[in-house]
């Protein structure tokens, strides 16, 4: 069995030292997350199958779905907290399960040594200067009214000009989960947002991409995919992405 040396904390050749406190080793990237009762299905990134390879996990203490999609100011002790239990646990970069978080980015990412992206929308900048000048983002929200100025320029969205908006409140699968969490209509919720996203597409046919904030749509991103023919990105492609910068491995091949 090889062993990466660098990557298991080794600072004398062939001597490993241990950074996991808590009997389990093995995690580069780290998911904060809150204690929500949602139905957890494949493709949510607190679904420990979602994923091909091993997430830490810590849940955020104290505080409930509504105080982080308010952004209120209690959630960002529990954030730092929950972040510098993961840094302790070895892994390489965190990830923010929700993209509320993005209300905390600038905290967590001074509140440890590793890198942090607390949501996907810190993504947004860059993927922007990755389209076509021509081109636009979609994101669809789980409530659009969570899109404050303050997560904006947590974010460092500095304007919405290229940003085209949508959110999920006014379908009836998704809010028969807001209301009754513990049960999901799977297949009724992944239909009527495919739909939902394939109008919002056609009404603006200059979007070139888009992007799930909410992190109980990514399940539903490859029907969103063949429905619209765009780029979708997540919080799932999001901590795929930390993963693979985290963990390098050495390419084997002929020439």
Same mark, same amino acid.
């Given at each position: 069995?090889?062993?990466?040396?660098?990557?298991?904390? /080794?600072? @004398?050749?062939?001597?490993?030292?241990?950074? @996991?406190?808590?009997?389990?080793?093995?995690? +580069?990237?780290?998911?904060?997350?809150?204690?929500?009762?949602?139905?957890?299905?494949?493709? =949510?990134?607190?679904?420990?199958?979602? $994923?091909?390879?091993?997430?830490?996990? @810590?849940?955020?203490?104290?505080?409930?779905? /509504?105080?982080?999609?308010?952004?209120?100011?209690? !959630?960002?002790?529990? *954030?730092? +907290?929950?972040?510098?239990?993961?840094?302790?646990?070895?892994?390489?970069?965190?990830?923010?399960?929700?993209?509320?978080? +993005? =209300?905390?980015?600038?905290? $967590?990412?001074?509140?440890? =040594?590793?890198?942090?992206?607390? %949501?996907?929308?810190?993504?947004?900048?860059?993927?922007?200067?990755? #389209?076509?000048?021509?081109?636009?983002?979609?994101?669809?929200?789980?409530?659009?009214? %969570?899109? /404050?100025?303050?997560?904006?320029?947590?974010?460092?969205?500095?304007?919405?000009?290229?940003?085209?908006? /949508?959110?999920?409140?006014? *379908?009836?699968?998704?809010?028969?989960? *807001?209301?009754?969490?513990?049960?999901?209509?799977?297949?009724? *919720?992944? %239909?009527?947002?495919?739909?939902?996203?394939? &109008?919002?597409?056609?009404?603006?046919?200059?979007?070139?991409?888009?992007?799930?904030?909410?992190?109980? #749509?990514?399940?539903?991103?490859?029907?969103?995919?063949?429905?619209?023919?765009?780029?979708?990105?997540?919080? =799932?492609?999001?901590? &795929?992405?930390?993963? &693979? !910068? &985290?963990?390098?491995?050495?390419? %084997?091949?002929?020439?």
């Amino acid at each position: 069995m090889a062993i990466d040396a660098a990557f298991s904390g /080794t600072d @004398e050749i062939g001597i490993l030292r241990s950074r @996991e406190l808590g009997g389990v080793g093995g995690y +580069a990237v780290g998911v904060l997350h809150v204690a929500s009762p949602f139905a957890f299905v494949p493709g =949510n990134i607190q679904n420990a199958t979602t $994923l091909p390879f091993p997430i830490a996990y @810590e849940c955020v203490s104290d505080v409930t779905l /509504t105080d982080v999609l308010t952004g209120q100011s209690k !959630v960002e002790l529990g *954030l730092v +907290a929950a972040a510098r239990r993961l840094e302790a646990r070895g892994v390489r970069a965190i990830v923010g399960a929700c993209g509320s978080f +993005a =209300n905390f980015q600038r905290t $967590l990412k001074n509140a440890v =040594n590793v890198s942090v992206c607390a %949501s996907v929308l810190v993504q947004v900048p860059w993927l922007l200067s990755c #389209l076509p000048s021509h081109k636009r983002m979609g994101i669809i929200f789980a409530d659009r009214r %969570s899109f /404050t100025l303050g997560m904006q320029e947590q974010c460092a969205i500095h304007t919405l000009e290229r940003l085209e908006i /949508t959110d999920c409140m006014d *379908l009836a699968p998704f809010r028969a989960l *807001l209301e009754r969490p513990y049960e999901v209509a799977h297949a009724a *919720l992944g %239909s009527a947002i495919t739909q939902h996203v394939r &109008s919002f597409v056609h009404q603006h046919p200059d979007i070139g991409m888009l992007m799930l904030q909410c992190s109980e #749509l990514p399940p539903y991103a490859a029907a969103i995919q063949r429905a619209t023919g765009l780029p979708v990105v997540d919080v =799932n492609t999001l901590v &795929s992405w930390a993963y &693979s !910068v &985290s963990v390098r491995h050495a390419y %084997s091949g002929h020439i």
